[in-house]
Every structure is written in C-alpha cells, then in structure tokens.
C-alpha cells in the first residue's frame, strides 16, 4: 500500500496539486532516515502529522521515500520521511485514507524486511489456490422450477 502513496507523491512531483487535492501523512518522528529539525523533533517526539497543501516546494520523490519543505510559523523547514516511517496517508478532498498499524516495536522488522520477497510469497500461493479445481456444480441450484411455478401462478390469478 506504500506504493499508492509513492505514486501519489510522485503524479504531484510532476504536476504540482490539482483541484481541491491536498495530503495529510502522518509518520514516526524518531524512525530511521526521517530527517527533520531538532526544533520539530523536540515539539512531536513520537508522530506528527504534515499537510501538502499551499505552503510546500522543493517535493522530491525517490524510491524509499519522498523529501519536502513545509511552512511552519513563516519559516520552511526541510523533512526527509521514508515510506516505511508513514502511519496514515489521507486525500481528504478524495475521502481516500490509508492507515497503517506500526510502532516503534515494529521498526526492526520493518527495517529488515524484504517487501519483494514477501510479494513472491504471496503470489505463489495465489498461483496455488488458483491451480486448485473447485467442482461447483453440485452447489448450483436451477431456479427454473420456481420460475415456471411463479409463472403458471400469476396466469391463474389473472
């Protein structure tokens, strides 16, 4: 699902915002690789949450995450904010919201783990299940019956 925000991301990298579109991103302040002023760092400690709304620039967008400057009381401040530090990812204006379920608990494994792998994983199960025959037929119930009966019921009501 992080790839939904890095596409995101990348379409108003390209183009600037749209419309009535703006994102709301929450992500972990203290993760590896975020990148924020001290000042920030000290005022949210654990998670904060940006606007990409009027006042953003510099928006760059790579592969593990993106970078960008934010207004905060007049004063553009630059973040670095990996994908993997994201705990909600919103476009209100599109009532389109994602949330993630990590905490500082789960940054280990997050780190380590291989997304690449674990997609192979679930392909190969996927591919399984399908080579799986399922015989339906014995499920399927005719409803011509009862269409007949309905039928005949209503010529003799008339």
């Known amino acids: 699902m992080r790839g939904v925000i890095h596409e995101a991301l990348k379409k108003i990298e390209k183009t600037g915002l749209v419309g009535k579109h703006y994102f709301i991103i929450t992500f972990l302040t203290r993760f590896p690789g975020v990148v924020i002023a001290e000042s920030l760092k000290e005022k949210y400690p654990e ?3 940006i606007a990409i709304q009027h006042q953003y620039k510099a928006l760059s967008v790579a592969e593990d995450g993106f970078k960008v400057s934010l207004s905060f009381g007049g004063k553009f401040e630059k973040l670095s904010i990996p994908f993997k530090a994201i705990t909600s990812f919103a476009d209100p204006s599109m009532n389109f919201a994602l949330k993630f379920s990590i905490g500082y608990s789960d940054i280990e494994s997050l780190i380590e783990s291989d997304f690449g792998e674990s997609n192979k994983a679930n392909k190969t ?11 339906l037929s ?3 119930i005719s409803l011509e019956a009862f269409r007949r009966n309905k039928t005949n019921n209503s010529d003799n009501n008339s």
Do not use: I, Q, R, W
Not at 125 to 135: A, G, I, P, Q, R
């Open 138 to 140: 014995a499920k399927v």
């Open 47 to 49: 998670e904060m949450t």
């Open 125 to 135: 199960k996927s591919e399984e299940n399908k080579s799986k025959e399922v015989d």
